[in-house]
């Protein structure tokens, strides 16, 4: 078996699937500019593999990501284009690759999968998640906005009603929950994650190459509006809400351990 690590993964190459293991246990693999320059380079490094079928994308610890990090999006001052070019930027970029590319890109997740978390999930291809995952929004906890694709996601796979609701609230779900709302494709038990994912690269692994990659691309095309032009509306209307107060109390309530106050107004 290979394996890379890197400064916040672990690439391993397991049968015929690239396995990126988040290695950010201590920050709940809160993404980071360094976790996403390695999810980049590690697609890199697996769309270069022909004996590499398929991906998966998994976490340590109890969280599979806990979202952006907001220890790092403090750092920046509260500058909207700061955010834009250092962060939201490039994991639009990453974002989009997984959602294009070539293989079926497996999201294995485990503990706790929250915001930007959950915007990667949903580029991935296929969701297998253990008894004890659980899936949440939190944008609107902390006056922020899923900036990349996460609204659109949501609506395309549970339907307006659900989505809102789970935008709206912030509220936890567990995997059953998101099982019976379609966003899951299979339960299993947390030790049986790895294992049950392993056993679907190996069947993905007896599929055609192109077929997969051109009914891939078949079932992005068949959404209404395209993922692209609502990331692209999503990253416009993120960086406009930068500039207003809330997101700054958020994430300053956030670093000092309080309840956000944003005020009568929202």
Partial sequence: MEVIDLETLRYEVRGAGAWFVLTREKQMNALSPALIRDLADSLGRAGRGSDIRAVVITGTGNAFCAGADLKFINSLGGSANSSLEQFLQ??????????????????????????GGLETVLCCDLIFAGESALFSDGHARFGLLPAIGGAH????????????????????????????????????PDDQLWPRVEELVALLAERSPSGLAAMKQMANDGLDESWDMAARHDLFTTVR????????EGIAAFNEKRRPDFGPGG
């Fill in 90 to 115: 490039p994991l639009s970029d990453v974002l989009r690759t997984i959602r294009s590319f070539p293989k079926p890109v497996i999201a294995a997740v485990n503990g706790h999968c929250v915001a």
């Fill in 153 to 188: 996601g949501l609506v395309k796979t549970m339907g307006p009603f659900k989505a809102k609701e789970m935008l709206f609230t912030s509220k936890r779900y567990t995997a059953r929950e998101m099982r019976e709302a379609g966003l899951v494709n299979e339960v299993v």
């Fill in 241 to 248: 809400h930068l500039n207003r107060p809330d997101p700054h």
